[in-house]
């Protein structure tokens, strides 16, 4: 059983981790109340909590951040503007269209619009790509922290785990952060090694990721939701905001609301 903890509380649901919950930056407050953030992404600020999980990973204005395949731009809307002025902020794009040959990084037409839009909140955004045969995501011990929000499922299903971590490994300062938020499995369903359904469970990921050089150091209920059973026809993406079945049991799948996820923090170990 999950129990659910107050923000400003302990965050504990690892044996033998703890990590306290700072208060938010006034410039992260700031820059997540932007007019120049869309409205369909600040409608999903109550399922994200970007306030509360930007600070358990550590994200100042002054960090160098990594963010891995920023997907539609959620976290770019916020980090692009916090970072700006003392902080440097990369987003790592990678392949489109299920290229496998990782001959295709692009940002997508969407994803340019939004840039295009607001230049003055993105002039300074910086781009590499990752894939797992493209892991150089840029100097060596260079990045405080490297970020991924619900990817490493979709390591696992292609079978690129251990390369991208790797990489991701390669580019952190030694003792650099790596913040990971995926959908959480049930723990008394085996883990699928494809993780084909979008669900991962939280003792298999720390297993993974701590096998790549890593120790976990945190771990937060920020994100919980125990109306999710992690049981849906489509997986994940089931739920909202995809809502893979349309109208089907459409008022179901709103009142469950986006999946359950964990939240886990991770220092880099060693040189």
Partial sequence: MRILVPFLGALCVTAGVSAAQAAPDPALLRAIASPDRTP???ARDPARHPAEELSFFGVTPSSSVIEIWPGGGY???ILAPLLHDHGRYTIAM???DGDRTERHFALSPDFQAMLAAH???YDRLHTTRLGAHDTDLGPPDSADIVLT???LHN???AGDTAAILAGIRAVLKPGGILGVEDHRANTKTPQDPKAEN????QDYAIALIEKAGFKLVGSSEIDANPRDDADHPKG???LPPTYALGATDHAKYEAIGEADNFVLKFRKIGT
């Fill in 149 to 151: 929000f619900r990817n």
């Fill in 119 to 121: 230049p003055a909140d």
């Fill in 40 to 42: 369909n992404m600040v």
């Fill in 155 to 157: 390591w696992m299903e």
């Fill in 75 to 77: 976290w770019t809307q």
């Fill in 198 to 201: 979008g669900y991962v469970r």
């Fill in 94 to 96: 990678g392949p489109q």
């Fill in 236 to 238: 994940v993406w089931t």
